[in-house]
Each structure stands twice: as C-alpha cells, then as structure tokens.
C-alpha cells in the first residue's frame, strides 16, 4: 500500500551540485506531477507527465529536467542548484480520468 | 491572472468548536475545486471534489460549498479535533484537459488546541 514513495526526504546541497529526487509510484497511474512549495506560497508545478515518454513543462520549470521512461518513475533532475531552489518538493499521481491527485510526502531541500 | 485566495491566513479554534474556511477564486474557465488537507511534513491529501454544478460535497466531518458564480467556496468542520490541526489547501482547475491549468491556494493554517 505504498502509493506515492519520494527519496530522499531530506538533502543539503551547496550552490552549483546537482541531484536527482526520486518518486516512484505502484497505482499504475497515467498522470504524474512535480511541484515545489515555498513558505505561505501555494503549491507551483515544475513539470509534469501524461504518460511514459511523455513530459511538459509546468509554471517553474527553469533549473530542472525530468524523464519518464516508466509508467512507476518520474524522477526529476536539479542541475547548478541554486539558493532559490530551496523548497519543499512533493511528486504527485493521478489515474486517468479524475482530478484526484495523490502525493509523496516531500523532499525537504536545503541549497547553501 | 488565475489565483486562488484563502481567508483566514491561520486559525486557532478550541477542540470540539465548528469552523469555516473560505476560499475565492478567479480561475476561469473553472472545470472543479478540491479541498486538500496537509499535515506538517506530509503531502496533501484530498478531502473533496467539486465541479461547476455541484453546490456541497461532504467527507465526514468536512463539508464544502461552491457558488461558481461568485466564485467562492468554503469548508466547515464540524466538531473539531485535535487531529484536524492541518493546512487546509483550495485547488481549483481551469481546462479539464489542461494538467498545467490547475492552481493551489496558499492554505489556512488550522490549530485546534484541547
């Protein structure tokens, strides 16, 4: 009963490493989601995925790429980090035809 | 712009006291709004689903409201708990077949203290 799995859960980074964030899910879901959230902010979507081999980009998507190359696997991909991308990422999935999304309990990422 | 405003900001309420969270919109076309509640450290998860003819949606203890012409929706919980002390976070949809046209409210910081 795993659903939406993100690792790691926490990372430092200093300015200009890069790092992959995993997600994986096992509900054999179509659609999958990047998004990051700052403090008193909502949610913003980096990028996200209608099927395997298929990815777009969201509102913010600069600094990162992604990949789908399995129904399971979104992982996305931070290159040169930057201070502004310290946030709080969250993976999301949801099944074809609703609008239901289920979330990974987050990648909390500090770049120093 | 599409944007998702939430009021209030946070809210401290004694356990098993009613409260109201409200939420105004200006997505437009609007497909449904969802109501996502989100422990700290955890992901969102969902609470309810509403699309433009729906007027109230109920999950328990939690029911929410949407006027699609004014734009406004709001959840009630009913007889609090401590276990509620959550963010509570608005979503509405633009296009249906838009993925990308979905806009998430900042949330309300609920505290529910004994």
């Known amino acids: 009963n795993a659903g939406v799995t993100q690792t790691p859960k926490f990372r430092i980074l200093k300015i200009g490493q890069s790092m992959t964030l995993q997600c994986t899910q096992d509900m054999n879901h179509n659609y999958m989601y990047w998004y990051r959230q700052d403090p008193g902010m909502g949610l913003k979507l980096i990028y996200y995925s209608v099927g395997a081999g298929i990815t777009d980009k969201g509102e913010v998507p600069n600094g990162y790429n992604v990949s789908r190359s399995t129904t399971e696997d979104f992982p996305l991909r931070l290159e040169l980090a930057a201070p502004s991308q310290t946030s709080v990422y969250f993976c999301?999935?949801?099944?074809?035809?609703?609008?239901?999304?289920?979330f990974g309990a987050g990648t909390r990422l500090s770049v120093l | 712009k599409n944007q998702v405003e939430q009021s209030p900001q946070s809210l401290i309420i004694l356990e098993g006291k009613n409260c109201t969270l409200q939420c105004n919109y200006t997505v437009s076309p609007f497909s449904n709004l969802r109501w996502y509640k989100q422990d700290t450290g955890r992901g969102p998860v969902s609470l309810t689903i509403m699309t433009f003819s729906e007027n109230t949606k109920s999950n328990g203890r939690y029911t929410a409201t949407l006027d699609a012409d004014t734009k406004q929706s709001s959840l009630h919980i009913t007889a609090s708990q401590l276990s509620d002390s959550a963010s509570y976070i608005c979503v509405v949809s633009g296009l249906k077949t838009s993925y990308d046209k979905v806009i998430f409210g900042p949330g309300t910081s609920l505290s529910v203290i004994p």
């Open positions: 999301a999935s949801s099944p074809l035809g609703t609008a239901i999304q289920y």
